[in-house]
């Protein structure tokens, strides 16, 4: 059986100027600042110690609340590196502009798991 990894960002809410809070902007957002952070800051770091599958059908991505948000979408841009992708209890509703995610996905090679809660099926 191979190795499992993980990563955990646990930020929480980040804060920008003036102090307010950056969450909706930081892990709603639906474009791929996270993926490129997760990918040219933080995997190198796991690379360079550990030895790492470079086949995305092997990597896999999860989150809860904004970071479901923030999994789901850094798999559905970047599919050349997430495949996999789970998201726990996820905060779609609350996208900057409503929720933008694509609503066709024939041909995409990213597999999802959503947990949602009873009677909030999308």
């Known amino acids: 059986m191979p ?3 993980a990563g955990v960002d646990g930020a ?3 804060t920008g100027g003036g102090g307010r809070k950056q969450r909706n ?6 474009d791929d600042r996270y993926a490129t952070f997760l990918l040219t800051e933080i995997i190198p770091q796991v690379t360079g110690r ?5 086949d995305p059908d092997q990597w896999g991505i999860c989150g809860g609340s904004s ?7 850094a798999a559905w841009l970047r599919p ?3 495949r996999r992708v789970l998201c726990c209890l996820s905060s779609f509703v609350q996208m900057p502009g409503g929720n933008p ?3 066709d996905h024939q041909g995409h090679p990213t597999q999802a798991v959503a947990d ?3 009677g909030r099926a999308p």
Do not use: K, M
């Open 50 to 54: 550990f030895s790492i599958t470079d």
């Open 12 to 14: 929480g809410p980040g």
């Open 80 to 82: 050349d590196r997430f």
């Open 67 to 73: 970071g479901g948000n923030c999994a789901f979408t």
């Open 116 to 118: 949602l809660p009873a």
């Open 101 to 103: 995610l694509p609503r």
């Open 25 to 30: 902007v930081e892990y709603d957002a639906f």
């Open 3 to 5: 190795d499992d990894g």
